[in-house]
């Protein structure tokens, strides 16, 4: 059974009101991949009785259609970003959506989350606290650059006008918020919130002010600092900020989830599908990757600067049980539509899964050092496959499954690294785990710009490259490497886009069909580097391309297949 989203579901089960009503910018997806879905079903577990309202038209009364909850209402604009999702790089509308029914993209408002509680505002003036989650919040509950408007924006609380954010994966905080609030207990006790203050609070970090960012650059990059390092359950400190005359309170993060926990809330009676009210506006195009896929792990500690995920889901891994992960792919034999192929095995980086840092389970994330960086693997982290390739093996033991594939991401610096299982690993992956072609994100081959995006150099790319042909050939595969490249990151210049194309020919033997521009999206170092236009930790000034028309043409000259013919033709005519 879905959670609720209509009034005569509610009339059936008897309800006269919800406990709790969770707004999202997407359609409601009852899957293990949404979050709106999740909290729902943590929520229905400990007895409160939900309803989702997916996508709510905003010409209309629509987001009444539920009246008004007992305890909260609950507000995220969705799977990604609003204005990730409605937008380029370059600033060009998107006309697809691939969590809205029809694939049209016409149902999600830019700044989701603001649109949302506004509305709420305007039909129920006097209401129950409105709470904000997911992505679009959690990575913008400090000051933080918006590319959009081109300024650093207020913690979104100060904007959105509501009453709480809960931040980063909230499994826990959504609990004991909930219970708190139910319970006639202080939410703001709750670890993994952030409220608005008169007073800042005693023993937690003050940050600089938002006035401070916006008069001082490297204030701001202070603040980012201060934010970034402050994210693990174990070592992070609550922070204040001055806003204004008030202050922007984030209580240290919750607890990370253990491995019964994640077990737990991966078996909920998940639907796998769309809820039956949008399905008159059609399929939604997300389902057909994430309908029948398994998610092995949260966290990533990769820390690529561009990248959210370590601010919003962690650096430290945290797995699901072998024998959970085995009963999922079990459940999925018995579903009517299932065809044999798990779409993809793994999680943010596939190749994490099974093994931690034992320092920093004990005592948090370090902050002077990382656990990778350009030219070097933390030595106490130690890189082993095995757990992931014993799983991937018994997956494909089990009655009724053809094929698993691991599509999700993958560091394919690690597996030279892990002298034990690395090449087994690779090994398991060609012969049985891929479509015709795997991915990989070197992003980049100029080690300025690796240095700036926390990337590795390039030779781990060249070894795994030399792996992956030879274990193609002796299984007599012809299967293909493709790249994720960006363009236009900050530091990064036209004669560095010449030298990825002259790396991707001479050494990869290939020509990128597509690269992307750059985003600067919140709460990511490339952000901050972006709009201070220095690099964060050494604070010299760095070149930043900021004209939409050179963005392109950075792009155009790796994916060019006439480079080389131009090239010469340049030449030919300086000579003449």
Sequence with gaps: MFLHTTKKEMDSLGWEQC?????????????????????????????????????PDIETDDITRLGE???YWGVSGGSIDSMVSNYTATKKFRNSDDYTPGGKNDKRPDRA???????????YKNTVPIVLGGIEASLRRVTHYDF???????????????????YGMGEIAIREFTNALANGDDPRKVRGICYISKEPVEDYLQIPSHQDCLDDKEKYIDLFDAFYQNNDPISANGLCQKVDTR???????????????????????????????????????????????IQTHHGCWGECNFCAIGVHQGRTIRTRSEKNILEEAKEFTKLKDFKGIISDVGGPTANMYGYECGKKLKKGTCDDIRCVDFDRLCKVMKVDHGRHLKLLKDIRQVPGIKKAFVASG??????????????????????????????????????????????????PLIEFKKMYDRLNKEAGKKQFLTYYLIAAHPGCEERDMHELKQFTTHELKMNPEQAQVFTPTPSTYSAVMYYTEMDPETRKPIFVEKDN?????????????????????GSSGMQS
């Design 19 to 55: 406990d709790v009503i969770l707004i999202s910018g997407d359609a409601y997806i009852d899957s293990p991949f949404i979050g709106v879905a999740v909290v729902g079903r943590i929520l229905e577990e400990l007895g409160y009785k939900v309803g989702i309202i997916g996508q």
């Design 69 to 71: 909850p007992k305890l």
């Design 113 to 123: 989350t603001l649109v949302y509680t506004n509305l709420i505002r305007r039909k």
């Design 148 to 166: 959009w408007s081109n300024k650093l924006r207020k913690p979104l609380l100060f904007d959105a006008k509501a009453d709480y954010l809960i």
């Design 247 to 293: 202050y922007s309170i984030q209580t240290p993060p919750c607890d990370y989830l253990d491995e019964n926990e994640m077990d737990e809330i991966a078996m909920y009676p998940y639907q796998r599908d769309l809820h039956p009210y949008h399905k008159p506006e059609g399929k939604v195009k997300c389902l057909e990757t994430i309908k029948f896929s």
């Design 410 to 459: 993958l560091r394919y610096d690690f597996i030279p690294a892990d002298k034990k299982h690395g090449y087994e690993y690779l090994k398991e992956l060609v012969n049985h785990h891929i479509s015709g072609q795997m991915k990989v994100a070197p992003e980049h081959t100029s080690d300025r710009v690796l240095k700036l995006m926390g990337k590795p150099g390039k030779q």
């Design 549 to 569: 028309v050179r963005k392109e043409k950075q792009k155009n000259i790796v994916i060019d297949k006439k480079y080389y013919q131009r090239r010469k033709q």
